[in-house]
């Protein structure tokens, strides 16, 4: 079982609403990422965290996407208002900061079905 | 040019075959690369990284050609167990920033 730990692990959601998605990841692991994975391709990084900053989120559709990670340990995203293309896999990751990257522990992702 | 990018596949290999996958990534000073298996509908696990001295574990080879820009994993004797999709990992900008292909998807029959 992963340890990082993601809710929920399913969301289904009518356009225009908003939603969230919560993500605690592994005791000690200042660096979080937010990735989305639409099906039959790569995970996407929607922006990254070291402790509570951004280091990226230069493909995080700020119009509609909104990041945070207040306190550098669990972090919350949001989707206001839902878009029918924003379906796909949600993944939080986290690792240990290396300047080479490292091993990334998933969370079991959550699923959003916008109908 | 995307940073990496993988032949989606997929791979159609009979059990006890040898395959290869490669992945090629644009950023030329990258030096750390890693791949991951993800099987259907669960979370990316890592595989094993590569650094410019390659890895080898067990049945699985991975290899960096700096020349050609290019990473392999290799897979001798297919087991059905390995039939997943591999996605490779390179950095992105100049502080690592991971970054995923569109991944490779084998399938293993008997």
């Known amino acids: 079982e992963a340890e990082v730990a993601q809710s929920p692990r399913y969301k289904i959601t009518e356009k225009s609403q908003a939603v969230a998605f919560w993500c605690d990841p592994i005791s000690g692991h200042a660096t979080l990422y937010w990735y989305r994975q639409i099906l039959g391709q790569g995970p996407e990084l929607l922006v990254q965290f070291q402790d509570e900053s951004v280091v990226d989120d230069s493909q995080l559709p700020k119009d509609r996407f909104s990041a945070e990670r207040l306190k550098g340990v669990d972090s919350t995203l949001k989707i206001q208002p839902a878009e029918l293309g924003d379906s796909a896999m949600y993944l939080c990751a986290s690792s240990l900061p290396r300047t080479d990257g490292g091993e990334l522990f998933f969370g079991e992702g959550s699923r959003l079905t916008v109908l | 040019r995307k940073e990496v990018e993988q032949d989606p596949g997929p791979f159609n290999v009979p059990e006890g075959a040898t395959v290869a996958f490669n992945c090629t990534y644009s950023n030329s000073a990258s030096q750390s690369f890693f791949w991951y298996r993800q099987d259907c509908r669960k979370e990316p696990k890592l595989l094993m990284s590569v650094y410019s001295s390659g890895n080898e574990d067990g049945r699985f080879t991975a290899q960096l050609n700096r020349a050609s820009q290019y990473i392999s994993l290799l897979i001798r004797d297919s087991k059905l167990s390995d039939s997943a999709t591999y996605l490779c990992?390179?950095?992105?900008?100049?502080?690592?920033?991971?970054?995923f292909g569109r991944g490779t998807s084998l399938i293993v029959h008997p």
């Open positions: 990992v390179g950095p992105r900008g100049g502080s690592y920033i991971p970054t």
